[in-house]
């Protein structure tokens, strides 16, 4: 609707007032319809998403998971810190891909199953 507005000619304030009154809360703020506009003046028109070089957005994919897992199960010890500097991906992904994805917890300096088996009971008990 904005982009749409200022082909019309119609100024900022005027697409201000037109979205407050059609779409009233829901509307975008001020400060979005004069940023888009000051854009659309700029000649950036393009309302397509840009190339952005870094880091992928998100870091918890199946390769990720895979790296957490297989390290975890060669030292049940690991850290977030190890972890990290191995990956190079994100604290935040590095938690949520052990505790969410891979399902565990580490109470004790080991990295152990959220939720035991049968047989990792018996085996407590024979221990």
């Given at each position: ?6 082909k ?22 001020k ?28 870091a ?38 052990i505790?969410?994805?891979?399902g ?11 939720k ?9 008990v024979t221990?």
């Open positions: 609707m904005i982009i749409y507005d200022f019309c000619n119609l100024t900022d304030q005027h697409s201000l007032a037109w979205l407050g009154s059609a779409f009233g809360d829901e509307a975008p703020c400060t979005t319809i004069y940023n888009w506009f000051s854009e659309y003046k700029r000649g950036c028109v393009n309302l397509g998403d840009e190339f952005r070089d870094g880091r992928p957005s998100t918890v994919n199946n390769k990720n998971i895979d790296s957490v897992r297989r390290m975890i199960e060669r030292d049940r010890h690991m850290t977030y810190h190890a972890i990290w500097a191995s990956l190079g991906i994100g604290m935040s992904q590095i938690l949520s891909i505790h969410k994805n891979l565990m917890k580490k109470p004790c300096l080991q990295w152990i199953p959220h035991l088996t049968k047989t990792h009971k018996t085996d407590r221990w």
